[in-house]
């Protein structure tokens, strides 16, 4: 239905725009959506390149999906992810609180990713006593770290994406775990720029567009590397905070307002 309704709008002579925020083509197994809209469905990974080569424009969020859907697509522009100061909860004080709270929030595609800081967390949780374990979204995740006391974890339910930013104010450390897979390559910096937003400093994966955001936390690739960025951060205040306002200063570069001459110049260079 979805062919018929471009084919539609082609013949129609409209313009079509196809946005990008995800590799379908590198779904990894694990992933909920292999058997669907994934490699294990090649009906519908073809239904994805036909719409891509019907469109005039493809957006993408990031340069390594451009690379890899740039043979379907006509044209493709890279555009960013970014937010907007119209949601007063982005910059609404965070919950008064004596706890330290090492956060993490994501959906149950990510529950293998979780897995590559782990052992990290639980030590440093278990080593810090003022420190708690911030998991939003996922009950699995949270369950999956039960060696800590549930008076040393926290666990919120998904937000709608307007109330996101309140949930992002209970973490003092955001975890950005990701796998070095093809799938997740392709990923954009949306969690790092939500985290700088609210100033968050972060514990990050290294690929390609966390290195490429750069601002406002720190790297980990190996279970000690997660252990010894945490306790770093967990003991030293003052880098907390200069990287949280790092991280605030390279979001202001993201926010809607600047985004939007781009948008506007890429319509109106369809006509």
Same mark, same amino acid.
């Given at each position: ?12 002579? @409209? ?23 994934? +490699?294990?469905?090649?009906?519908? /990974?073809? =239904?994805?390149? !036909?719409?891509?080569?019907? =469109? ?9 999906? =451009? $690379? ?5 697509? %006509? ?10 100061? $119209? ?5 609404? +004080?965070?919950?008064?609180? #004596? ?33 708690? /374990?911030? &998991?939003?979204?996922?009950? !699995? ?12 974890? /926290?666990?919120?339910?998904? !937000? ?12 003092? &450390? ?12 392709? @990923?954009?910096?949306? %969690? /790092? ?28 690739? %190996? ?7 945490? @306790? ?8 907390? %905070? ?7 200063? @390279?979001? $202001?570069?993201?926010?809607?307002? #600047? ?9 109106? #260079?369809?006509?």
């Amino acid at each position: 239905p979805l062919l018929e309704a471009l084919g539609v709008c082609v013949r129609a002579g @409209k313009r079509i725009i196809v946005d990008l925020d995800d590799d379908f083509h590198h779904l990894p197994p694990d992933h909920p959506g292999y058997s669907h809209v994934g +490699p294990g469905n090649p009906q519908s /990974l073809r =239904a994805l390149e !036909a719409a891509i080569a019907q =469109a005039d424009l493809l957006t993408v969020a990031t340069p390594v999906l =451009a $690379e890899r859907y740039r043979q379907f697509a %006509k044209r493709v522009a890279v555009l960013p992810n970014g937010w907007s100061r $119209e949601n007063p909860l982005w910059d609404q +004080p965070a919950p008064r609180r #004596s706890t330290l709270n090492l956060g993490w929030a994501g959906t149950l595609t990510h529950r293998q990713d979780v897995a590559l800081m782990r052992q990290a967390v639980i030590r440093v949780v278990r080593e810090t006593p003022h420190a708690q /374990l911030v &998991i939003g979204a996922d009950p !699995a995740v949270y369950e999956s770290f039960s060696a800590l006391p549930e008076s040393r974890r /926290l666990f919120l339910p998904m !937000a709608p994406p307007e109330d996101y930013p309140f949930l992002l104010a209970h973490f003092d &450390i955001l975890l950005a775990p990701l796998r070095a897979n093809a799938f997740n390559e392709a @990923k954009s910096d949306i %969690k /790092l720029l939500e985290a700088g937003v609210r100033r968050i400093p972060w514990v990050a994966s290294p690929l390609p567009a966390y290195r490429a955001w750069g601002e406002g936390g720190l790297f980990a690739e %190996k279970p000690e590397d997660w252990y010894a960025a945490l @306790k770093r951060l967990v003991e030293d205040a003052a880098l907390r %905070k200069s990287l949280g306002d790092a991280g605030r200063a @390279k979001a $202001e570069t993201r926010e809607s307002a #600047s985004l939007l001459p781009v948008w506007e110049s890429l319509i109106h #260079s369809l006509h």
